[in-house]
């Protein structure tokens, strides 16, 4: 973090400044969530007639509505352990099932992207909008949907993310055993067709040759539920695959700005690889490869990589006073998408690239704020599409459970 941030925070941590990050806005966020995001099971954003209008005209985002609610499980995850409160359980079991969901409709144990009814009124520009990814027909209790495919690594790392979180955060039975059959299933799949995101023609849409940590990972969290059918598999690809997490994460890091998604990836990754191995060796060899990662994006101003690190390495008075500030500040951004020009405001150090990160207040508006790169100094729409807010809660949740709140 910058020494202007770290003074700050480390100000109102002694001075004892009551912080607005708040477990009512918390609350509330997760009930809009509910009344506006989650229209068919997962997490979708709503378009609105005007921006100063609360008339929904449509959805969109529907290609990344599996790796959202993945996160949004995880919030969710975090908060019933922290409260143990009916609404998080229910809204825990709803966000699983609308997961599966997304494994069903294909047929084949294939993750979609999303789904939507065929007979929904949004259907048609959810359609139209996402035909690039390819549009498949499916059934769920006779109901037909539409379902996007050429799903990415991407959509399987943030649903493995919500599974591994939800395991380990609810202590119901049912979620327990759903949680677990689900990740069986998905893990399955890709090892049956070699580790490649196979759809039902065929055609491959990704490939985890050379994401020894991303196998790694999913093997990790599933043989943590079902130690019988993936514990072998798991030591046998460490063996041979632990020390090659190092390579794509040394190379990731080179550019510090650039498809900025991918630290996010990175980092959820890494926290179950990490927490739930229990082999000295391999987790030294884990904790290097999350130190290479660490060592870039520690001065980003991160409230979401922060509670990872807290989740991993445990307290540190400054990071997690600069956590409090940053959670306060999302809460000073607009929920929607309006477009942010920041040029010539800041010190640019290349095209729409600032040369510090820029103030969390201020960044560019968008779906999850700390996948988004913090240089980015231009951006947004025309004030039409909510975010959901599953960058407040996940780590305000996870610093109620971790201690920093």
Same mark, same amino acid.
């Given at each position: 973090?910058?020494?202007? @941030?770290?003074?700050?925070?480390?100000?109102?941590?002694?001075?004892?400044?009551?912080?607005?990050?708040?477990?009512?806005?918390? !609350?509330?966020?997760?009930?809009?969530?509910?009344?506006?995001?989650?229209?068919?099971?997962?997490? *979708?954003?709503?378009?609105? /007639?005007?921006? &100063?209008? &609360?008339?929904?005209?449509?959805?969109?985002?529907?290609?990344?509505?599996?790796?959202?609610?993945?996160?949004?499980?995880?919030?969710?995850?975090?908060?019933?352990?922290?409260?143990?409160?009916?609404?998080?359980?229910?809204?825990?079991?709803?966000?699983?099932?609308?997961?599966?969901?997304?494994?069903? @409709?294909?047929?084949?144990?294939?993750?979609?992207?999303?789904?939507?009814?065929?007979?929904?009124?949004?259907?048609?520009?959810?359609?139209?909008?996402?035909? $690039? $990814?390819?549009?498949?027909? #499916?059934?769920? &209790?006779?109901?037909?949907?539409?379902?996007?495919?050429?799903?990415?690594?991407?959509?399987?790392?943030?649903?493995?993310?919500?599974?591994?979180?939800?395991?380990?955060?609810?202590?119901?039975?049912?979620?327990?055993?759903?949680?677990?059959?689900?990740?069986?299933?998905?893990?399955?799949?890709?090892?049956?067709?070699?580790?490649?995101?196979?759809?039902?023609?065929?055609?491959?849409?990704?490939?985890?040759?050379?994401?020894?940590?991303?196998?790694?990972?999913?093997?990790?969290?599933?043989?943590?539920?079902?130690?019988?059918?993936?514990?072998?598999?798991?030591? /046998? %690809? =460490?063996?041979?695959?632990?020390?090659? %997490?190092?390579?794509?994460?040394?190379?990731? @890091?080179?550019?510090?700005?650039?498809?900025?998604?991918?630290?996010?990836?990175?980092?959820?990754?890494?926290?179950?690889?990490?927490?739930?191995?229990?082999?000295?060796?391999?987790?030294?060899?884990?904790?290097?490869?999350?130190?290479? !990662?660490?060592?870039?994006?520690?001065?980003? $101003?991160?409230?979401?990589?922060?509670?990872?690190?807290?989740?991993?390495?445990?307290?540190? /008075?400054?990071?997690? =006073?600069?956590?409090?500030?940053?959670?306060?500040?999302?809460?000073?951004?607009?929920?929607?998408? @309006?477009?942010?020009?920041?040029?010539?405001?800041?010190? /640019?150090? #290349?095209?729409?690239?600032?040369?510090?990160?820029?103030?969390?207040?201020?960044?560019?508006?968008?779906?999850?704020?700390?996948?988004?790169?913090?240089?980015?100094?231009?951006?947004?729409?025309? #004030? *039409?599409?909510?975010?959901?807010?599953?960058?407040?809660?996940?780590?305000?949740?996870? =610093?109620?459970?971790?201690?920093?709140?």
């Amino acid at each position: 973090m910058g020494p202007t @941030v770290l003074f700050i925070a480390t100000l109102i941590a002694l001075c004892g400044l009551p912080l607005r990050a708040s477990e009512e806005d918390a !609350l509330a966020i997760s009930e809009t969530i509910q009344l506006r995001h989650l229209p068919f099971g997962g997490i *979708l954003d709503p378009m609105f /007639a005007a921006p &100063d209008s &609360d008339q929904i005209i449509g959805y969109t985002r529907c290609g990344d509505s599996a790796i959202w609610t993945g996160h949004y499980l995880a919030a969710e995850s975090f908060r019933y352990k922290v409260t143990h409160s009916a609404d998080a359980l229910a809204n825990v079991l709803n966000a699983e099932r609308g997961l599966r969901a997304l494994v069903d @409709v294909t047929g084949t144990d294939l993750l979609a992207r999303c789904l939507v009814p065929v007979d929904s009124p949004f259907a048609p520009g959810i359609t139209q909008e996402e035909q $690039h $990814h390819g549009v498949y027909l #499916g059934y769920l &209790d006779r109901r037909g949907y539409f379902w996007i495919g050429d799903t990415s690594r991407d959509q399987y790392s943030g649903v493995m993310f919500g599974l591994s979180v939800a395991y380990d955060m609810v202590d119901d039975p049912l979620v327990r055993t759903e949680v677990a059959a689900l990740t069986t299933r998905l893990v399955d799949f890709l090892r049956h067709n070699n580790w490649a995101i196979v759809m039902p023609d065929g055609g491959i849409s990704s490939i985890f040759l050379g994401r020894a940590d991303q196998q790694l990972t999913f093997l990790q969290v599933a043989r943590h539920m079902n130690s019988n059918r993936f514990s072998a598999a798991y030591t /046998a %690809t =460490a063996m041979f695959g632990a020390v090659e %997490t190092l390579a794509p994460i040394s190379i990731e @890091v080179l550019d510090p700005s650039g498809s900025y998604f991918k630290f996010n990836l990175d980092t959820i990754n890494l926290y179950s690889l990490i927490r739930l191995e229990g082999n000295s060796f391999f987790k030294s060899i884990y904790s290097k490869t999350y130190s290479i !990662l660490r060592n870039t994006t520690d001065d980003h $101003h991160n409230a979401h990589f922060n509670m990872i690190d807290r989740a991993l390495k445990g307290p540190n /008075a400054g990071r997690d =006073a600069a956590t409090r500030l940053y959670l306060e500040l999302w809460l000073q951004r607009p929920r929607r998408d @309006v477009h942010v020009d920041l040029t010539g405001v800041y010190r /640019a150090c #290349g095209e729409n690239r600032a040369c510090d990160p820029v103030p969390v207040e201020q960044r560019v508006t968008t779906d999850f704020l700390w996948q988004r790169s913090p240089f980015q100094l231009e951006g947004g729409g025309y #004030g *039409l599409i909510e975010g959901p807010g599953i960058d407040y809660i996940l780590p305000y949740w996870m =610093a109620r459970f971790y201690g920093v709140i």
